[in-house]
């Protein structure tokens, strides 16, 4: 069974940093783009960030630009994103997921497995 499982989401003040991880049992994903994406209440699923298999290649929505950083272990079979400097509007639910493709794609329907998110806070 393939699962994606993020962990490192919490509470953070506005200016502060937190660092999810996100580990892929079931199969490896070292041929496949991974991605981030985010939820908040009452909103569409966004795309955050996204690398390519090799980690070789990566970008970020404008949003979040010089602030995020996405990156892989393929031996490790994990993927994480370093977020600093987090403002309130940051506050969503962080989803981890699996391309069907091997180069990034901000685009959800290109990813096939996804987590089951972790919550990101960020107060003011």
């Known amino acids: 069974q393939v699962q994606l499982v993020e962990s490192g989401g919490g509470l953070v003040q506005a200016g502060g940093s937190l660092r999810l991880s996100c580990a892929a049992s079931?199969?490896?994903?070292?041929?496949?783009?991974m991605g981030w994406f985010r939820q908040a209440p009452g909103k569409e699923r966004e795309f955050v960030a996204a690398?390519?298999?090799?980690?070789?290649?990566?970008f970020n929505a404008d949003s979040v630009k010089g602030r995020f950083t996405i990156s892989r272990d393929n031996a490790k079979n994990t993927v994480d994103l370093q977020m600093n400097n987090l403002k309130p509007e940051d506050t969503a639910v962080y989803y981890c997921?699996?391309?069907?493709?091997?180069?990034?794609?901000?685009?959800?329907?290109?990813?096939?497995?996804w987590g089951q998110g972790t919550q990101v806070t960020v107060s003011s």
């Open positions: 079931g199969r490896t994903f070292s041929s496949n783009a």
């Open positions: 690398i390519n298999w090799s980690g070789g290649s990566a």
């Open positions: 997921a699996a391309s069907r493709y091997s180069n990034t794609d901000s685009r959800v329907y290109k990813y096939a497995y």
